[in-house]
């Protein structure tokens, strides 16, 4: 595909021209990557939407009969980016869009569908094949959602099988998005040979600078974190974060060898079959609060949750007590017991902890600001080794629709979140220290023991005792 210049395209004898534009060299990156998952952009102005329709547009020209999805969070969000600009490209008699099934057939037997992928859509795609799939603003994808968008990557055909995605930093999606492609951090099963970062900014798209260039000092005038994240395609700020009182060279310190005995410790988890987590934390005598410990790991039955936390407590540290989720108490239909009867069975006593999400963040931010006397270190420290909540809290983004509460998605880094938010709107205990007292030697007060227990000798004032 020549990308960079004209795209011909002959139907019963006739030859069509199609301008797909100048691409910046960013864009030409883009266009010749051959990789599996490719991913473009990384901050805003950096041509992504230009490079999705040039990209598939080519590729329904280049390989007849082609399958090609380009998916938006939401349906109306690419109507004016995608959409309607594809089909100002694309010549009438090449190819003809149908609105209702949101589908361009070309007359070589390509198809481009234009779909959305919200909440709750994961049933639509299941079982779809497509050569092709273009994840637009992917970090407003879960990455379970990008999983199942992957298994649709499949066919017959001797298509060459590929993922495009672009992406601003922050969203849902951000840490999945950075840690594969910008931190290049593989799991199992995952090939580092099959990813590829291009990283654009609006200093890559000389077009848009040359057509607005006040675009550029509105990005320059933009708060510091959301600045570098959408000017620079800065992935280690966030724009929409929650807590932005979390910072790792404030909040997070060395391990403990031995947490003091002194101290006041608890416990507070949140419970799913996806996922359970839960965090030990100690209260020092100035109320200071210290995570020192944390487990999460899904697939655990109410039992085993119960038989993790207590393999994990050492016997000779007092917890105070372990705060659950309300809905521990909801009862099951079939069974009409509570997960908390279960709980407590295998040796875990719970309270309940308050489920206003509002107040419970609130509390949390209060926690992570600086408190006591100490004003340079804050309420909350965690130690290096509590990695889930290090790497969560800073990432958990507003909820779109109430800013004061968190967004619930992705749901995989809520629930270590979610038992923070249970021990900080808790009312507990620091440590308190005791007073030490120096034994009195006896005689010392220059009375005898017959004086003392008796109230010396007897004299008039006895006689006159109580009035």
Request: glycine letters at 8%.
């Amino acid at each position: 595909m020549n990308a960079l210049a004209y795209k011909s395209f002959s139907k019963a004898g006739g030859v069509f021209n199609m301008n797909f534009g100048h691409a910046n060299e960013k864009q030409k990156q883009f266009y010749q990557a051959r990789e599996l998952y490719v991913c473009y952009g990384g901050a805003r102005g950096g041509g992504k939407s230009h490079a999705i329709r040039v990209k598939s547009v080519g590729g329904a020209l280049t390989y007849p009969g082609i399958r090609i999805l380009i998916i938006r969070k939401h349906y109306p969000d690419m109507e004016n980016s995608l959409i309607t600009p594809i089909i100002q490209m694309v010549p009438m008699q090449i190819a003809s869009y149908n609105q209702q099934a949101h589908i361009m057939q070309f007359a070589n037997g390509s198809t481009i569908k234009f779909g959305h992928y919200d909440t709750g859509s994961d049933l639509e795609y299941q079982g779809q094949e497509f050569d092709w799939i273009f994840i637009d603003e992917a970090t407003q994808f879960t990455e379970a959602q990008f999983r199942v968008l992957g298994a649709c990557l499949r066919g017959t055909s001797d298509i060459p099988r590929r993922m495009y995605l672009t992406c601003n930093p922050g969203g849902i999606g951000h840490l999945w998005v950075k840690r594969l492609f910008v931190d290049r951090e593989y799991r199992d099963g995952e090939k580092a040979e099959d990813y590829r970062f291009i990283q654009a900014t609006v200093d890559d798209n000389p077009d848009l600078l040359k057509g607005s260039p006040g675009y550029l000092n509105m990005l320059d005038t933009l708060p510091d974190d959301v600045r570098r994240a959408w000017r620079y395609g800065d992935w280690n700020t966030l724009s929409g974060i929650f807590f932005p009182e979390f910072r790792r060279e404030s909040h997070v310190i060395a391990p403990f060898v031995h947490v003091p005995q002194e101290w006041k410790k608890y416990r507070a988890f949140d419970y799913g079959l996806d996922m359970f987590a839960c965090l030990w934390i100690a209260v020092n005598f100035d109320g200071r609060c210290y995570v020192y410990r944390e487990v999460q790991q899904s697939g655990l039955i109410v039992s085993a949750a119960a038989a993790l936390m207590n393999s994990l407590t050492p016997p000779t540290e007092r917890i105070e007590f372990t705060i659950a989720p309300p809905d521990m108490w909801n009862r099951q239909k079939d069974s009409g017991r509570t997960m908390a009867e279960i709980f407590m069975e295998n040796g875990v006593g719970i309270i309940k902890a308050s489920n206003n999400r509002i107040q419970g963040w609130m509390a949390l931010k209060e926690l992570l600001k600086p408190v006591c006397s100490d004003k340079d270190r804050p309420g909350l420290l965690v130690t290096n080794e509590c990695v889930g909540l290090i790497r969560n809290l800073p990432s958990i983004q507003h909820d779109e629709k109430n800013p004061s509460d968190c967004a619930t998605e992705p749901h995989d880094i809520t629930h270590i979140c979610d038992a923070c938010r249970y021990f900080a709107v808790t009312r507990v205990m620091g440590a308190q220290k005791m007073e030490t007292q120096k034994p009195e030697e006896l005689g010392d007060s220059g009375t005898d023991y017959d004086e003392e227990m008796t109230g010396g000798e007897c004299d008039a004032s006895y006689l006159n005792y109580g009035g």
